[in-house]
């Protein structure tokens, strides 16, 4: 999807890098990161620690973290690894996994990678993820469930 290049292959620095994704007059996501080294020939921004905050209906809906990415200037699409985090509002829903793919076209999360989906009442391990930003709607191959034990 993306290619990440040697140093020297940046046409732009950018500073405190920020970029929307709107759709139909409704913000879809917003990345953020300390730096942005754009990459024009191949239409790709590098972002270090990058913060992408999702939404749904106008509120936020899952806030994802890495060390790592990539986003695709003409299309929005964001690759990320390093060590991902994806962490929902409101249920607190947290995703791990290594690297992470969002296609904004479908708006959807994937990887081939391990997975590990962490609700209030359970863990879901397995490889491979396909889900919507809010992990309203998860698809984990090989899952095994876990349902965490009440204290008394």
Same mark, same amino acid.
């Not at 106008?58 to 790592?68: D, I, M």
């Not at 299309?75 to 991902?84: L, P």
């Not at 984990?140 to 034990?149: D, L, P, S």
């Given at each position: 999807m993306f290619q990440v290049t040697g140093a020297g292959k940046f046409s732009q620095v950018l500073k405190d890098f920020q970029m929307q994704d709107i759709y139909n007059g409704t913000k879809n996501m917003v990345v953020e990161s300390v730096e942005g080294r754009v990459r024009e020939k191949d239409q790709a921004v590098d972002v270090?620690? =990058? &913060?992408? $905050?999702? +939404?749904? %209906? @106008?509120?936020?809906?899952?806030?994802? $973290?890495? =060390?790592?990415?990539?986003?695709?200037?003409? $299309?929005?699409?964001? %690759?990320?690894?390093?060590?991902?985090t994806v962490v929902t509002k409101g249920s607190s829903t947290t995703l791990t996994t290594e690297s992470l793919r969002y296609d904004p076209k479908k708006q959807r999360f994937m990887t081939q990678d391990p997975v590990r989906l962490e609700r209030a009442d359970s863990v879901t391990i397995g490889v491979g993820l396909d889900a919507e930003p809010d992990l309203s709607r998860v698809r984990? @191959? &090989?899952?095994?469930? +876990?349902?965490?034990?009440r204290s008394t």
């Open positions: 270090d620690k =990058p &913060r992408v $905050t999702f +939404y749904k %209906q @106008g509120a936020v809906s899952s806030v994802l $973290t890495a =060390p790592k990415g990539v986003v695709a200037m003409n $299309t929005h699409a964001v %690759q990320v690894w390093g060590g991902v984990i @191959g &090989r899952e095994k469930v +876990y349902v965490k034990r």
